[in-house]
């Protein structure tokens, strides 16, 4: 009797399935690029994951770029024309927009992200300005800086035990 095989069962766990994909992706990915360099070629590739999560890799530029050139060469060296190609070709013109419109997008909220934390920080700097106001003119050694800077640090952990304690006198019962 011979090896018999045994066909291999379907993950079916969503986060499994995530995994998986991502390996794999990664794996097609450096063989694409390793392909592309080795070969002298231009390489595309599309995946969608189990989400629908849609990766693209192109070897020399976007992945949009890299199909509207081979479909405009095509073109030239073809006596025929290719089924629908200006709704392909403005198809993937409008794709290309829309991706550079996406990645100017979330540059935008990364930097009102910062540009958030950024105020907050200020913020906070100007509560403590307001907590402590030493007069300058007034400070003449380093002791004194050290003293003032002191003082700084003992109001802020007291209001900071002040606040922490209006937190949790609403408890009932011991604490």
């Known amino acids: 009797m011979g090896y018999k095989r045994h066909p291999k069962k379907r993950n079916v ?36 994951s189990p989400t629908g999560e849609m990766t693209t890799y192109a070897s020399k530029g976007r992945f949009e770029d890299l199909l509207i050139r081979h479909i405009e060469e095509r073109l030239d060296d073809s006596d025929g024309p290719i089924e629908n190609e200006e709704f392909l070709i403005e198809s993937l013109k409008r794709l290309k927009l829309e991706t550079e419109k996406m990645d100017t997008l979330d540059r935008l909220e990364a930097l009102q992200s910062k540009l958030n934390e950024i105020n907050w920080l200020k913020n906070k700097a100007e509560e403590k300005m307001r907590l402590y106001k030493p007069d300058p003119s007034k400070i003449d050694s380093v002791a004194e800086a050290d003293c003032h800077q002191a003082k700084l640090l003992e109001e802020e952990a007291s209001a900071n035990r002040t606040s922490a304690g209006a937190s949790t006198s609403g408890r009932v019962g011991n604490p």
Not at 22 to 48: H, N, P, W
């Open 13 to 48: 766990d969503p986060s499994s399935l995530q995994m998986v994909y991502s390996k794999g992706r990664e794996t097609i990915l450096k063989k694409a690029a390793e392909f592309s360099k080795s070969e002298d070629v231009d390489v595309g590739v599309m995946m969608f």
